[in-house]
Antibody
Framework: QVQLQESGPGLVEPSQTLSLTCTVS??????????WNWIRQPAGKGLEWIGR???????NYNPSLKSRVTISLDTSKNQFSLRLNSVTAADTAVYYC????????????WGQGTLVTVSS | QSALTQPPSASGSPGQSVTISCTGT?????????VSWYQQHPGKAPKLMIY???KRPSGVPGRFSGSKSGNTASLTVSGLQAEDEADYFC???????????FGGGTKLTVL
């Protein structure tokens, strides 16, 4: 059973870079079974897909965020990471990491989520 | 790409049935049988309830069912129970460029 856990700073200053890590257990991120995704949810609002990375390190990003986002893998630590540049208050949200199954086209499982607040 | 349209709220009494709709376009919901539904309790991670329009993962009660007609997908919860009170949101695969679109979410209240 794959399990995911997000980690990173809960507070980021405006114009700085948001950096989060998702630690994967129960499977190798190099296995090729999943795409590894980041998704966010502002308080009281809907979910927004940020981007994904495959085990071969191929990436896809939400066009609305593409210019500011980088997702990468660290196979030695079985982790994948999110970097979001030039953040503003609009980037304040709960950030989730999640697996995407190509076979069933679903996000499952998800991490518990981590709240990131953009404020000075 | 706009979000899938869901009603902001729905409600029903214990034992009743409630249906939540998820309306997209011919480029997403109408084009693919890859509509999924997730349940989210406050402060918790989303849980997969339905995938590929009407399939249930193991462990999800049979009270939950999904269907699709044209550009609209639906989630039906039969025999409502108190623990079904949660937010529900849909997703649809939308092709290789857009990838996936989320619905805005529906808050289900068990009266």
């Amino acid at each position: 059973q794959v399990q995911l856990q997000e980690s990173g700073p809960g507070l980021v200053e405006p114009s700085q870079t948001l950096s989060l890590t998702c630690t994967v257990s129960g499977d190798s991120i190099s296995s090729g079974h999943y795409y590894w995704n980041w998704i966010r949810q502002p308080a009281g609002k809907g979910l927004e897909w940020i981007g994904r990375i495959s085990s071969s390190e191929s990436t896809n990003y939400n066009p609305s965020l593409k210019s500011r986002v980088t997702i990468s893998l660290d196979t030695s630590k079985n982790q994948f990471s999110l970097r979001l540049n030039s953040v503003t208050a609009a980037d304040t949200a709960v950030y989730y990491c999640a697996t995407w199954s190509v076979e069933t086209a679903v996000f499952d499982p998800w991490g518990q989520g981590t709240l990131v607040t953009v404020s000075s | 790409q706009s979000a899938l349209t869901q009603p902001p709220s729905a409600s029903g009494s214990p034992g009743q049935s409630v249906t939540i709709s998820c309306t997209g376009t011919s480029s997403d919901v109408g084009a693919y049988n890859y509509v999924s539904w997730y349940q989210q309790h406050p402060g918790k991670a989303p849980k997969l309830m339905i995938y590929e329009v009407g399939k249930r993962p193991s462990g999800v009660p049979g009270r939950f069912s999904g269907s699709k007609s044209g550009n609209t997908a639906s989630l039906t919860v039969s025999g409502l129970q108190a623990e079904d009170e949660a937010d529900y949101f849909c997703t649809s695969y939308a092709g290789s460029n857009i990838f996936v679109i989320f619905g805005g979410g529906t808050k289900l209240t068990v009266l």
